[in-house]
């Protein structure tokens, strides 16, 4: 009788402490996980610039935001990242003009990220989902997050070893 009751009593710390480890993991990785988008975002929403550069790798690598501030007489900010679906863009620019409105954008597209394997959908980035708030949050969930085909990016990283798909990883 004394062991039935110590087991169960065992059982139930023993599953109370697994699930507060795994909430403060979540958390943890959720509201702390550093991220170039969120630390842009956040300067683009309260610093004092009136020119926005946004894109993908181009317009990352392609403007530099010094010399276009000096050139025009305004402040500008770059807050463009590599690999960036358009989607997510579309919300970042929704979410830094919600408080207050550029004067001018330079937004970089290409039409080539809309080709086989580029599709301008390509991924999401939770470090976005945590910045967005009302109704973004949740038509970007339910737009990017749940359309998004993790298991492409999983498969094709364990087939290959090294990440990319097998041919380029047996060619090397």
């Not at 010094?66 to 463009?80: G, N, P, R, V």
Request: contains cysteine; charged residues 20%.
């Amino acid at each position: 009788m004394p062991e039935d009751l110590f087991m169960k009593t065992s059982k139930k710390v023993i599953v109370f402490i697994l699930i507060n480890a795994i909430v403060l993991a979540l958390l943890t990785f959720l509201l702390n996980a550093p991220s170039c988008t969120k630390l842009l975002m956040g300067d683009a929403e309260t610093g004092d610039y009136d020119t926005l550069i946004m894109g993908q790798s181009h317009a990352y690598a392609g403007y530099n935001p010094f010399i276009i501030s000096d050139q025009l007489d305004c402040e500008t900010i770059d807050i463009a990242r590599p690999s960036t679906s358009t989607y997510n863009e579309y919300y970042m620019l929704q979410e830094v003009n919600k408080t207050k409105k550029y004067k001018t954008l330079i937004f970089d597209i290409d039409y080539s990220y809309w080709d086989r394997g580029h599709s301008g959908r390509a991924g999401s980035d939770a470090n976005l989902l945590l910045r967005l708030t009302g109704k973004r949050w949740l038509s970007y969930f339910k737009d990017v997050m749940l359309d998004s085909n993790y298991n492409d990016s999983i498969a094709d990283y364990k087939l290959s070893g090294l990440g990319g798909n097998q041919e380029s990883a047996s060619q090397h």
